[in-house]
């Protein structure tokens, strides 16, 4: 018998236009990369502590189907590089249906990498391992950071090869949790081709399903709400992920969810040096979705999401009674999605540097941080928890004098965290003395401020070099540098003996610069 699960399926229920039911194509010989039972418990999956047996594996693999399975493949168009597509869709993605979890939230279920559907247009709607453990990898990391995101459940070999550009791979499915898969791109499959009432009832889905309190808003004072909804999660995401240094390469519309996690990790990475004009995927030659350019593009992408939204937005006698009042309303809420960002944003640089207040001058402070790390090619993560170091060995002594910060932020008393090879430890000195001043005015314990600095600011990344060496072992067969860079992303924040090895910063030879898709 199957693995047996507890599937809903709201989405199954919105009219056919909007997916395709298509079941997995079975493969050869399933075997298990990864199995996540924290997050199966979560789901409340019964046997989570026997999942990954002979039933489990099958239906990961996409080889059986639960019995409460309504399999279906969504879909959805999406600006690529800027570049409008009418249909993409689920390709190589199957939803199996919802999960409602241990805390009330519904949650979908999908396998990737489970075979051609509809929308595969001339692909295999197959998966490598690689992308597939990269998927593992970033969203682990991501979870464990504290950013919404997609996770994996699961994570199969199938025993049968694909082929890419690099030759033939091992293949891979993965299973997918994730809040839903509703995309900008799913609305504008339907205003691409005039189907109101579908934006209509897709609107009303991810209201009912996200977010709930718009509820009992009229239908055109809703569409506006949900707009400024999903621009403010937006906002508060891409403070997240550049707080952490995060990349994630290719923003099209259909990679962004209305529902505010991340999504869609192909050629994503974490920086090493800071560096805001960088880029790792290998197809982005022209930085549109460079680390600096990522707000500048999810306000572009609520753009298109506005433009989908217009229609909703219109009530003859209302205040908005008309195309060219709703075209300024939303105007007006896209227009203030910089300053949304930016009090996130400097919200979580204060929150690095150790500050609870907000006082006059802090973004100035923050900013001539982030030029200094420019101008010598910092390392972003270990700069800001090397921040924590010097408070405790630096702020506290120096006070009487017997430690110069410019000493404190380099071999200090005990071992330091290390810092970048190419940025010398007194890039900052001319800052520091400015950041003690403001650290002073809050009168705070240097313990209190340097414990509070090291729950924000981690000590381990997924570094793109050991992410890309974990994933060329494991396509070889090796699992475990996957296995242990995975026990040490999901601890971020931990600098013990263990984590060690994931913490310094890679020689500029050995950067890993560009990443690709793998799909």
């Known amino acids: 018998m199957p693995l047996d699960l507890p599937l809903t399926h709201t989405y199954a229920t919105l009219p056919p236009r909007f997916f395709q039911q298509v079941a997995p194509t079975p493969v050869g010989l399933p075997a298990w990369l990864a199995f996540n039972h924290e997050l199966a418990a979560e789901l409340g999956i019964a046997d989570a502590a026997g999942v990954d047996a002979e039933a489990g594996l099958a239906v990961f693999a996409g080889n059986a189907l639960p019995p409460s399975a309504r399999p279906l493949a969504m879909a959805y168009a999406g600006h690529q590089f800027g570049h409008f597509v009418p249909q993409l869709g689920d390709g190589r993605a199957i939803l199996l249906g919802e999960l409602v979890d241990v805390h009330g939230v519904r949650r979908d279920l999908q396998l990737k990498g489970a075979g051609r559907t509809a929308f595969s247009r001339g692909g295999d709607g197959r998966a490598v391992v690689g992308p597939v453990l990269r998927e593992v990898i970033i969203g682990e990391a991501l979870h464990a950071l504290g ?156 753009a298109r999401l506005g433009e989908c939204l217009l229609p909703l937005m219109i009530a003859p006698g209302s205040a908005i009674p008309d195309e060219a009042a709703a075209v300024a309303a939303a105007t007006a809420e896209l227009q203030a999605f910089p300053a949304r960002f930016e009090a996130q944003w400097q919200a979580r640089l204060r929150a690095r540097l150790g500050l609870v207040e907000t006082r006059d001058g802090d973004d100035g402070l923050a900013a001539d941080l982030l030029a200094a790390m420019h101008a010598a090619g910092a390392d972003w993560t270990l700069t800001f928890r090397r921040l924590a170091e010097w408070v405790e060995d630096g702020f506290a002594a120096g006070e009487a004098g017997a430690v110069d910060p410019v000493d404190a932020f380099g071999a200090g008393a005990r071992a330091p965290l290390p810092m970048d090879p190419v940025a010398p430890a007194d890039f900052l000195a001319p800052w520091l003395p400015r950041w003690r001043e403001r650290l002073a005015a809050e009168a705070r314990p240097p313990q209190q401020v340097a414990a509070a600095t090291r729950a924000v600011a981690p000590a381990v990344i997924p570094r793109n070099h050991q992410v890309e060496a974990a994933l060329r072992a494991a396509e070889d067969g090796e699992l475990a540098p996957f296995r242990a860079l995975l026990a040490a992303v999901r601890r971020p924040f931990a600098d013990d003996a263990a984590q060690q090895p994931f913490i310094a910063a890679p020689a500029p030879a050995a950067r890993v610069c560009a990443t690709f898709c793998g799909t």
């Not at 091992?170 to 081709?193: D, I, K, M």
């Not at 197809?283 to 990522?294: E, K, M, P, S, T």
Request: aromatic share 8%; glycine share 8%.
């Open 147 to 302: 950013i919404p995101t997609t996770r994996a459940l699961a994570a199969v070999a199938t025993g049968e090869p694909v082929l890419r550009d690099r030759g033939p791979l091992p293949g891979a499915v993965l299973t997918r949790v994730a809040a839903s898969h509703v995309r900008v791109g799913t609305f504008e499959f339907f205003a691409a081709r005039g189907d109101v009432e579908a934006l209509r009832r897709l609107a009303d889905y991810v209201i009912d399903r996200h977010y709930p309190e718009l509820a009992s808003a009229a239908p055109h004072e809703a569409a506006l709400a949900l707009l400024r909804a999903v621009s403010e999660r937006q906002a508060a995401l891409l403070a997240m992920w550049m707080a952490v240094g995060f990349v994630h390469g290719v923003m099209n519309t259909d990679n962004m969810a209305v529902s505010g996690e991340s999504i869609d990790f192909g050629p994503c990475a974490f920086l090493d040096e800071y560096a805001p004009g960088k880029t790792f995927s290998s197809i982005d030659r022209h930085g549109r979705y460079a680390f600096a350019n990522q707000p500048v593009i999810a306000q572009w992408n609520l």
